[in-house]
């Protein structure tokens, strides 16, 4: 007789593990629970259809019980709730939901998958009116779409500004909806550093989105919300976004470990504290790969290989168990955008010396279709060379990037590895010396003091103590908007112009992009000066870096007029 497998929780890792169970055990008797109403569905796909791109809601479960049963022989019960484990007797207590009945099922091995749930700002008046919302299934993405047609809802706010927050706030605006997003932090989608999310918060602003950062919900009326700074905007329904805590209920009254972060604490193969139980997904701890220490990451890719890694163990099956590094992408309007690893921010916290480049070449030949730039940040380790982490952002295939950086780092890279690294080349697909070998090369001659850059963050304050700042751009594109104190020596004309080049001071220099200010900064090098920087991200970075803080603080601007081209 097959072993009794019993798996909380129908989603993702859930649905995952019971069908590798069944693909190692054709004889095991696989249950599983799921407190919804839905089994393996697409969670990350749900924004999709508050805007249409997924018409159907129905297409957005995979799977349904009665196609569990066909395919795979395993028992899936919706609406279903297990409200106990009993250690002891290895049994666990159910209640259907439907019937109002509760029962109790045996187990050899139990697998934990009860996921995240939405947090809630309890203390803020309203929060339970009916036009609130949290998106964590289909049914709460189909009430928010049918809340919004059927009263004729013309603004919505969106409470934080994480992937859901966002996917959300993008889909309920492509489907002309006046929408605000909230986020108590200054910044949105925080695995960016602040110098690359400004590229996102313009392009929110720029597709009609209200964003508002620095700031907090503190309470919901009628027909609007008001934030923590007194400010009022219309809304007629909010979708709450701020973030998941671990479902531990079950694991705590079950007297199972839970970790420093507040998930269930795990080993190496996913087992809990009870050598029978293991737990996976949104609800456990991991290990980081970088940090070193016990993270949270409520991913969909990490928890499937943590649903392989458990139903192999079960049946003796060994794994390596790397940790986590953090690697994600959105898609947000007319960009692409990803990440992995470290960025800035969170190396400096780790302890970790530090240091980044941020460069902007094309993502594919200039000259082809659909060439567009790509901002791309690197960070790696001094002195050692070793990669932290990459954001990229731009229209084209920022993933397949952040791909390599992140295999890069599970594979203990360094700049030299990245620099070697023999990529496929097409003048419609990349560069011969792609972004990321780009990348290492710039950041190479960073770390050995051949090239020194001052970040785009340091611009404003450069400009505002009048330093000495070259645009290396030709006339007629400095004439179209510059820094308001900069000096237009074009690259074309520098050699001829030496003598307005300053030696007794620093000098820093830019073009558009970064790739004329290099030259010229290198050049003037081996002609001998020795306080020359090249200003990292060139003016359209600073135009980034500045618009959206110019935008809503009315603050002076730096520039004569932006160029985002």
Not at 282 to 292: F, K, N, Q, T
Not at 483 to 490: F, H, M, Q, S, V
Not at 536 to 563: M, P
């Amino acid at each position: 007789m097959g072993k009794r497998i019993l798996v909380v929780g129908g989603v993702a890792g859930g649905a995952s593990a019971a069908a590798r169970v069944r693909r190692i055990d054709e004889y095991a008797e696989i249950i599983m629970f799921e407190k919804g109403p839905q089994v393996s569905i697409s969670n990350c796909s749900l924004p999709y259809h508050l805007s249409g791109i997924v018409e159907n809601s129905k297409s957005l479960v995979l799977m349904n019980p009665d196609s569990f049963k066909k395919r795979y022989n395993i028992d899936a019960r919706v609406n279903t709730e297990v409200i106990k484990i009993n250690r002891k007797n290895k049994t666990i207590t159910v209640k259907d939901l439907v019937a109002n009945s509760i029962y109790e099922e045996a187990y050899d091995k139990l697998i934990l998958s009860p996921g995240a749930s939405p947090i809630l700002p309890n203390k803020v008046e309203g929060i339970n009116k009916p036009n609130v919302f949290t998106v964590r299934n289909v049914e709460d993405i189909e009430q928010i779409n049918n809340y919004l047609k059927e009263n004729s809802v013309e603004n919505v706010a969106v409470i934080g500004g994480g992937f859901i927050g966002i996917e959300v706030a993008e889909n309920l605006r492509l489907a002309k909806y006046n929408v605000s997003v909230v986020e108590f932090a200054n910044q949105i989608m925080t695995p960016f550093d602040y110098d690359m999310v400004q590229i996102l918060h313009k392009e929110l602003v720029d597709h009609g989105v209200n964003l508002v950062v620095n700031d907090g919900l503190a309470k919901i009326g009628d027909g609007f919300i008001e934030t923590m700074s007194g400010e009022k905007i219309a809304a007629n329904a909010v979708v709450l976004a701020i973030g998941v805590k671990p479902e531990t209920r079950l694991a705590e009254e079950a007297k199972l470990e839970i970790g420093e972060t507040g998930a269930i604490k795990v080993d190496s193969n996913y087992l809990t504290s009870d050598r029978d139980i293991y737990a996976i997904g949104d609800a456990i701890e991991v290990y980081h790969r970088l940090l070193h220490k016990p993270t949270r990451l409520a991913l969909a890719g990490p928890a499937q290989k943590q649903a392989r890694t458990v139903a192999d163990h079960i049946y003796g099956k060994t794994n390596r168990n790397l940790g986590v590094i953090g690697s994600s992408s959105i898609h947000l309007f007319n960009l692409n955008a990803a990440s992995t690893g470290l960025n800035t921010r969170t190396a400096e916290v780790a302890g970790f010396t530090y240091d980044s480049i941020y460069i902007m070449p094309t993502d594919k030949v200039g000259l082809m279709p659909n060439s567009n730039v790509m901002h791309f940040k690197l960070v790696y380790e001094k002195p050692t060379g070793k990669i932290l982490g990459a954001q990229a952002i731009g229209k084209g295939n920022v993933d397949k990037r952040i791909d390599v950086i992140a295999t890069i780092i599970m594979l203990n890279g360094t700049l030299e590895d990245l620099k070697d690294l023999e990529l496929t080349y097409s003048p419609m697909l990349g560069t011969a010396k792609d972004v990321v070998n780009h990348a290492a090369l710039v950041a190479l001659n960073q770390l050995h003091g051949q090239y020194r850059e001052v970040k785009v963050s340091q611009v404003r304050e450069l400009v505002e103590n009048d330093a000495c700042i070259i645009d290396a751009r030709e006339k007629k594109e400095y004439e179209a908007g510059h820094l308001k104190n900069a000096i237009n020596i074009p690259l074309s004309e520098f050699r001829n112009r030496l003598a307005e080049i300053p030696t007794d001071k620093p000098v820093y220099i830019h073009c558009r992009s970064g790739q004329r200010s290099y030259n010229m900064v290198m050049a003037l090098e081996n002609l001998g000066y020795t306080n020359v920087y090249n200003i990292s991200g060139s003016y359209l970075g600073i135009n980034l870096y500045e618009y959206f803080n110019d935008l809503v603080t009315g603050r002076e601007k730096i520039v004569t007029a932006y160029n985002f081209n």
